[in-house]
């Protein structure tokens, strides 16, 4: 059971049902005639009915593409005119919150929820140790606030942590052929193992690569997962506006369309994304580091600038440090308590492992506002001109894309 939050006009409520991002993988394993039920009560008949694919289908394509939201796709739309043709039909789904890369891809690969997966952000505190965890990389800094900070790999194994099974896993425990071509550096990575286990990864650099591959693999029945990251990381370096954006869409563009073009006659391919970006303000951008209201009884900062987890003192009240917060960010953010945003289902519904890994307090960036920590993060973190993570509509709503060679 969620409890309602009010939430300023612009920003939406997270939902992890058959219109969301969870329902994907699901949706594609329904109409390869799996019946997978997720943990959170995903059918995988109701998610295919809901995402109007069709079933019967004997190989499919599931692409990802980082960071391209459906309002930088439909703003950005001359760059990419295959993937804007299949917008026409207007089909999208809810990302996860926060709207970041880790959590949004274990919600992905599971068909649940953040708060079932325990990957909440880019960075993440592990109660285990105290230390603050970075989710994509996996590794772990023991004492982030140091100036010389000591870091290593992650004090968790990735399934330990991320318990649920992946519809990838279970397509493959029904006999169905599920292969995954992405750069070397992915293969058997803590990300990899948590989110998406099971496929048989097959090493492709670059997205030329990855489609030859795919179309290769498609020979015979089954299922090629496949991630992309270059428009996200052009977004994170010059910004969605930027030209480099437009580029890298350009080129995703017209590698989607060969593989289309390519892949064996009756294939469903499927494109959808993790989250949007946003444009963020420097003039709006808050430094806990040189504002004492903010950093008083904060004992560490997770999150991503747009999301922040705040784990607070155990000598202090979250509640007051909310509403410390609150005051100082104004209409630049929107400010809850843990338990509320639990109560609330921003994390969709939590396991008891994973709920001290939520910050006590949590801020979730309103217009193209952000939070920082400069003893924690470097100058090019806290530069970035593209920037994700929060609950606007720009980051959260995500393309869906249904295409049957």
């Not at 950005?76 to 809810?94: E, I, K, N, T, Y």
């Not at 920082?372 to 470097?378: G, I, Q």
Request: aromatic content about 4%; proline content about 7%.
């Amino acid at each position: 059971m969620t409890t309602s939050v009010a939430l300023p006009d612009d920003l939406l409520a997270p939902s992890y049902g058959t219109g969301s991002l969870a329902a994907v993988l699901p949706a594609v394993a329904g109409a390869l005639g799996v019946d997978v039920t997720t943990s959170t009560g995903l059918r995988a008949a109701d998610c295919r009915d809901a995402l109007g694919l069709p079933s019967d289908v004997q190989r499919a394509v599931v692409v990802l593409v980082d960071g391209l939201g459906l309002a930088n796709l439909a703003e950005r739309g001359g760059h990419a005119p295959f993937l804007r043709s299949l917008a026409a039909d207007g089909r999208s789904v809810l990302s996860s919150f926060p709207s970041t890369t880790a959590a949004a891809l274990a919600t992905f690969g599971t068909g649940t929820a953040p708060g079932r997966t325990g990957l909440l952000g880019y960075t993440q505190r592990n109660p285990a140790t105290g230390g603050l965890a970075t989710t994509v990389s996996w590794t772990e800094q023991s004492d982030p606030y140091r100036r010389t900070k000591l870091s290593g790999p992650m004090r968790a194994e990735p399934e330990a942590l991320q318990r649920e099974p992946t519809v990838l896993e279970t397509l493959v425990a029904h006999d169905v052929r599920v292969v995954s071509p992405g750069p070397g550096r992915f293969a058997g990575s803590g990300m990899t193992r948590a989110a998406l286990r099971g496929p048989r990864y097959v090493s492709a650099e670059g997205l030329d690569a990855q489609v030859g591959t795919t179309v290769r693999e498609l020979r015979a029945p089954g299922l090629v997962y496949l991630y992309h990251g270059a428009v996200d990381k052009a977004g994170h370096q010059h910004g969605p506006q930027s030209w480099q954006w437009g580029d890298a869409l350009e080129e995703t563009d017209s590698e989607l369309r060969r593989l289309v073009r390519s892949v064996p006659r009756g294939t469903l391919v499927v494109v959808t994304a993790d989250h949007g970006q946003v444009t963020a303000d420097p003039a709006r951008q808050h430094d806990v580091a040189t504002q004492p209201e903010l950093a008083r009884d904060v004992v560490l900062l997770g999150g991503e600038p747009r999301a922040t987890h705040v784990y607070v003192s155990p000598d202090a009240h979250p509640r007051d440090v909310a509403a410390r917060w609150s005051a100082v960010l104004g209409d630049d953010a929107l400010v809850l308590l843990r338990d509320d945003a639990v109560a609330a289902g921003w994390f969709g519904p939590v396991a008891d492992h994973v709920l001290p890994a939520v910050g006590d307090v949590l801020v979730a960036a309103r217009g193209a506002a952000t939070v920082v920590d400069s003893r924690l993060h470097p100058s090019g973190a806290r530069e970035m001109p593209g920037v994700h993570g929060s609950l606007t509509a720009a980051e959260m709503i995500v393309p869906l894309l249904v295409v049957q060679a």
